[in-house]
């Protein structure tokens, strides 16, 4: 099993930054990907960023390239989520996933264990 723990979510307005961090605990040591989903309010949860591989490949949905940054620790047990130029469309809870092995990071339906969520609000 492994366990996720996000943190650094909050309140902002729109054209701010912030950070999100997940730490992984158990069985690191199958974690192959690791990624960010967020599900805004009445909505489905959604790809945002996600990183695997080694060395390391990232992805990006559309709606955030060139606005948030995902990056990992050397060790593998730490995933970051920056967040800059935030929107208001940008608000909803955050959540950290996990892949064992080779599947896909961008996908809600391969993701192996999630974290309990942070809050992500940008007001206009």
């Known amino acids: 099993q492994v366990q996720l723990v996000e943190s650094g979510g909050g309140s902002v307005q729109a054209g701010g930054s912030l950070s999100l961090s997940c730490a992984a605990s158990?069985?690191?040591?199958?974690?192959?990907?690791m990624a960010w989903f967020r599900q805004p309010p009445g909505k489905e949860r959604e790809f945002v960023a996600g990183?695997?591989?080694?060395?390391?490949?990232?992805y990006y949905a559309d709606s955030v390239k060139g606005r948030f940054t995902i990056s990992r620790t050397n060790g593998q047990n730490t995933v970051y989520l920056r967040m800059n130029s935030l929107k208001p469309e940008d608000t909803a809870v955050y959540y950290c996933?996990?892949?064992?092995?080779?599947?896909?990071?961008?996908?809600?339906?391969?993701?192996?264990?999630w974290g309990q969520g942070t809050q992500v609000t940008v007001s206009s």
């Open positions: 996933g996990a892949v064992q092995y080779g599947q896909s990071v961008t996908r809600v339906i391969d993701i192996d264990y």
């Open positions: 158990g069985r690191t040591g199958t974690t192959y990907g």
């Open positions: 990183v695997d591989g080694y060395p390391a490949n990232t």
